[in-house]
């Protein structure tokens, strides 16, 4: 899991694409995954019951559990749903593109993530750094924030502050509010010193919370700094195959999976060629009145 | 320049709070509403005061 990446990641992004994307739901669909399932993976207590996932790595990433919301698929769906209840394409499109930064940044950790469920069960995982979201939140900050996970949470944060003029006002007024009617909605309610400060609490959140966990890791705590891959080692991280193992081993769901997925990438790769053939047909098949300048 | 020096100062003592109580570095909410307080609510009483 990311602590930080998530916060970061959609000024970034918004920099590259400027008015093509709308930031609401490009932040929406960034945090999206974790959503409705962070607290039970960490577990919660209210008078004096605890709730909390029997196996948090399983409840959050794998199948059965809540895995799927950090599969491509996912977001593919909840941006469809988008589409048809609202008809904006910039918010759909705008939620997929959130929604796979976070699960592809996920899938940087040794747990990983189901992208291609429903097609297959399996975690994508390169590993990088340990998942110990099963120790609890206070272990998992101090090994998050001692391994390659806070680096890779730097890195964007360092690319968000080179993208600095996405966070100014003259940004602001000049895209964020053009490209989504959400922030003209709410112009009529808040002020622009509010709608600015509501804009950017997450880069500020991010910023804050990365500083604030590598005081509290470091020098308030004493956790020792691991870069190595898939450090820092002394946690006891969860590996992607231990939860693939866990996963339904019937021999229907093993066959079914692979048939299903290689059927609609074949269909898939169908259309796109015959889409193609169409395209190139049409193209070759211009009128002479076109003109010589025609293309 | 007064902005981002309001936005700064929110910043260190969010992080002082966040290090003494990391409890308050979870919430995202709360986050929030220290922030919309700190550089809006706050400032705008103070300028109406003044």
């Given at each position: 899991m990311s602590w930080v990446a998530h916060d970061a990641e959609p000024y970034v992004i918004q920099?590259?694409?400027?008015?093509?994307?709308?930031?609401?739901p490009l932040l929406i669909g960034s945090y999206a995954p974790d959503l409705a399932t962070k607290w039970f993976v960490y577990g919660i207590g209210a008078f004096g019951v605890e709730l909390k996932a029997d196996n948090p790595a399983q409840f959050h990433r794998g199948y059965p559990g809540a895995g799927f919301t950090h599969s491509l698929t996912f977001g593919v769906v909840v941006a469809a749903v988008i589409f048809l209840i609202w008809r904006s394409r910039i918010w759909a499109v705008s939620f997929l593109i959130g929604q796979w930064a976070h699960a592809l940044?996920?899938?940087?950790?040794?747990?990983?993530?189901?992208?291609?469920?429903?097609?297959?069960?399996d975690l994508f995982s390169l590993g990088a750094w340990a998942y110990a979201g099963q120790t609890g939140r206070y272990v998992d900050a101090g090994a998050y924030f001692s391994g390659l996970g806070f680096v890779w949470d730097g890195f964007w944060l360092a690319w968000a502050v080179l993208s600095w003029r996405v966070l100014t006002r003259a940004y602001f007024r000049e895209t964020i509010m053009v490209a989504d009617p959400f922030w003209r909605r709410a112009a009529e309610y808040l002020p622009e010193t509010a709608l600015v400060a509501i804009y950017r609490i997450s880069f500020f959140y991010g910023t804050c919370r990365w500083i604030a966990w590598l005081i509290w890791a470091h020098v308030v705590r004493s956790f020792a700094f691991d870069f190595s891959?898939?450090?820092?080692?002394w946690v006891?991280?969860?590996?992607?195959?231990?939860?693939?193992?866990?996963?339904?081993?019937?021999?229907?769901c093993c066959s079914a999976s692979p048939k299903l997925a290689l059927s609609l990438a074949v269909a898939a790769a169908g259309r796109i060629s015959a889409r193609r053939a169409r395209g190139g047909a049409a193209s070759t098949s211009r009128s002479p009145r076109d003109g010589p300048n025609a293309r | 320049m007064k902005e981002v020096a309001l936005y700064i100062a929110a910043g260190v003592v969010y992080i002082a709070l966040g290090v003494a109580?990391?409890?308050?570095?979870?919430?995202?909410i709360e986050g929030a509403v220290y922030l919309l307080l700190a550089v809006w609510v706050l400032p705008a009483l103070l300028g109406r005061r003044s």
């Open positions: 920099k590259h694409l400027g008015r093509r994307i709308a930031f609401v940044t996920d899938a940087l950790d040794t747990l990983g993530a189901m992208l291609l469920f429903p097609f297959t069960t891959w898939g450090g820092p080692k006891d991280a969860v590996q992607s195959n231990e939860v693939n193992a866990s996963g339904c081993s019937c021999p229907s | 109580i990391p409890e308050l570095l979870f919430s995202w």
